[in-house]
């Protein structure tokens, strides 16, 4: 069983540019969630996507977007980039309502850890 | 009513001990409540989750105790380990909801001493 991806490990930026993130779900899961997790802090919830549509958002501006694709992998879109957005973006995958009693459980990617210079 | 609260925010432990944690929820609506551990550098690994009409899960060393009435829950970590030094998240969401949205908690940076 393949577990979560992401994609880049790393990444430095500038002020206003934009970025995408990657992610590629466990194998059997077509739900991904987006987190924002700023250093010394509990990750923040961005949006989940289910079937290609976004289905959920937290408290984030629309400059944060995102896409799933037919294989169930997703983009973070980050547009204006500001120096508060330095962050890690975590991904993380669920089986959704096919997961029956376990469509609750989130497995999370390593991250991806962006920098807003 | 969206937060999650937890405490302490760092804890040392000697090796043996036991660790807790805690966590209070005001949110009624919340229905299940996992626990993360956080590795420097990695991302959160799911260790162990409760749902509210049981008032205690064990698997392995680990173990959730939850009070529904008070609205707390924690998380023991039995005869703890150098390994067990991490950073320990507590989350809640709302089990019928669709949406996978986990609202976390602080997080609590643990060291256990050899």
């Known amino acids: 069983e393949t577990g979560v991806t992401q994609s880049p490990t790393h990444l430095i930026k500038t002020r206003g540019q934009q970025v995408t993130l990657r992610c590629s779900s466990q194998s059997g899961h077509n739900t991904v969630s987006w987190y924002q997790q700023a250093l010394g802090q509990g990750p923040q919830f961005i949006f989940q996507y289910y079937r290609e549509e976004e289905n959920g958002r937290g408290n984030f501006p629309p400059r944060f977007s995102g896409l799933q694709f037919p294989n169930y992998s997703s983009e973070l879109n980050v547009n204006a980039l500001e120096l508060d957005d330095s962050a890690l973006y975590l991904c993380?995958?669920?089986?959704?309502?096919?997961?029956?009693?376990?469509?609750?459980?989130?497995?999370f990617g390593p991250g991806t850890r962006l920098t807003v210079l | 009513q969206q937060q999650v609260k937890q405490s302490p925010q760092s804890l040392i432990v000697q090796k043996g001990g036991i660790s807790i944690i805690n966590c209070a929820y005001e949110n009624t609506a919340f229905d299940y409540f996992p626990w993360y551990q956080q590795f420097p550098g990695k991302g959160p690994a799911l260790l162990i989750a409760i749902r509210p009409d049981v008032s205690e899960k064990k698997e392995g060393r680990f173990t959730i105790s939850f009070n529904k009435s008070a609205k707390q829950f924690s998380l023991h970590i039995m005869d703890s380990q150098p390994g067990d030094s991490a950073t320990y998240f507590c989350?809640?969401?709302?089990?019928?909801?669709?949406?996978?949205?986990?609202?976390f908690g602080q997080g609590t940076t643990l060291q256990v001493k050899p």
């Open positions: 993380a995958s669920s089986l959704g309502l096919a997961g029956g009693s376990r469509y609750n459980e989130q497995f």
């Open positions: 989350a809640a969401k709302r089990g019928s909801s669709n949406t996978g949205k986990l609202i």
